[in-house]
């Protein structure tokens, strides 16, 4: 629609719009996916250790979960891996491993925030390709900058406010007679 098209319910049997938006999407869907920490996207797995024998300067080889696309953070917070083009990760730690990590989920999941904001990037994407006027890309980009921000506000609203209670470095301290937030004396 926002390229003055009537609206696509398929992407198959269309006219040229409608096939370059189907050779489209699988990019920027991955790329949109990736782009932030969408939480609808997201889960935890226990990795699967693999059998193999890990280079030399690694204990453990785990296998990435199918259809990994970004890594979040592994449980525990280890510091030392790494995760190469053969799709798995290397490790100095033997052990239960678990990652939060970005994945493509099926279209059925994504939120309407989601779908307002992946349908302004399409059409951003076409504009120049297919748009009738070359006015298009500008409006359109400037759309899908504001709609992928409130897309990202509201999905930061489902999100808990963590903080770090304990701050070594601040509560540790002893400077000139000065000590750190907690401490007694």
């Known amino acids: ?11 198959s049997g269309g006219d040229s719009l409608v096939v370059a938006a189907d050779q489209i999407y699988d990019i920027k869907i991955t790329s949109c996916l990736t782009r932030s920490n969408w939480r609808f996207a997201t889960q935890i797995q226990q990795l ?31 510091y030392n891996w790494d995760v190469y083009s053969d799709q798995k990760i290397y490790a100095q730690y033997q052990g239960d491993l678990y990652m939060e990590y970005v994945f493509l ?40 900058i504001q709609q992928q921000g409130l897309a990202m506000a509201i999905e930061a609203q489902n999100r808990p406010n963590f903080h770090q209670v304990d701050i070594p470095m601040l509560t540790q301290r002893n400077i000139s007679n000065y000590q750190g937030y907690g401490l007694t004396t």
Do not use: C
Request: hydrophobic share 40%; glycine share 2%; aromatic share 14%.
């Open 1 to 11: 629609m926002q390229l003055g098209h009537k609206p696509i319910s398929s992407l």
């Open 48 to 78: 699967s250790v693999l059998a193999e024998t890990p280079p030399p300067q690694w204990k453990t080889t785990y296998a990435l979960p199918a259809g990994y696309l970004k890594m979040l953070i592994l449980y525990p917070n280890i």
């Open 105 to 144: 989920p099926d279209v059925s999941m994504f939120p309407p925030h989601f779908v307002d904001y992946f349908t302004y990037e399409i059409s951003t994407a076409l504009a120049l390709s297919n748009a009738q006027k070359a006015e298009y890309y500008p409006l359109l980009n400037a759309q899908r």
